[in-house]
């Protein structure tokens, strides 16, 4: 498969999981050597680039397939989508909350395991209902990209749309090590 981004042809985009942990194990240091030379970027030139990015990757990966974020990452859940969810689930609120949630003393709700409760067989099994954390990853729509890079590369061994926005945009950007 291949797709043309502005006279850059970009080949069959990388899906395995276990070659991406590889080479992004071998790439540590031209990744860390990509975030310093994107703080010098325009901000709003890069984001515009990884949202275009974005944009063309991310309809080629299915997450449903992969859930490989939904093992790993602590979520935050809001007070609305708690109470949506457990309406779904034909629970109450303090039900749910005892069961999936965990609240810290300044009353901030995440989920309360990893991998996710409503994880099975590496698909979500609420996601119509699933909240807004989870739509949003791997949050690459979001401005400031430079700014939040070093957060972003701690999930590129993990997600394919990560590792094939941030492979692209090295070479859209003309990165050389």
Do not use: W
């Not at 303090?94 to 990893?114: A, H, P, V």
């Not at 409503?118 to 954390?133: A, G, I, K, N």
């Amino acid at each position: 498969m291949q797709f043309t981004y502005k006279f850059i042809v970009i080949t069959t985009l990388q899906t395995d999981r276990s070659i991406i942990a590889v080479l992004a194990t071998e790439r540590e240091a031209e990744n860390d050597a990509f975030r310093i030379y994107l703080k010098n970027s325009n901000g709003k030139e890069t984001d515009l680039l990884v949202q275009e990015l974005n944009r063309e990757i991310e309809p080629q990966i299915d997450c449903t397939s992969c859930g490989a974020c939904c093992k790993v990452l602590m979520i935050n859940v809001k007070k609305a989508e708690a109470q949506n969810l457990a309406s779904y689930l034909k629970i109450s609120e303090t039900d749910f909350k005892n069961k999936y949630i965990e609240e810290s003393q300044q009353g901030q709700l995440i989920i309360n395991q990893m991998p996710c409760h409503f994880l099975e067989d590496s698909r979500c099994t609420v996601y119509e209902h699933r909240f807004t954390e989870c739509r949003e990853f791997p949050h690459l729509h979001r401005d400031n990209f430079k700014d939040r890079l070093f957060g972003t590369l701690i999930h590129y061994a993990m997600c394919p749309i990560i590792f094939n926005v941030v492979e692209a945009l090295k070479t859209k950007t003309g990165f050389k090590q």
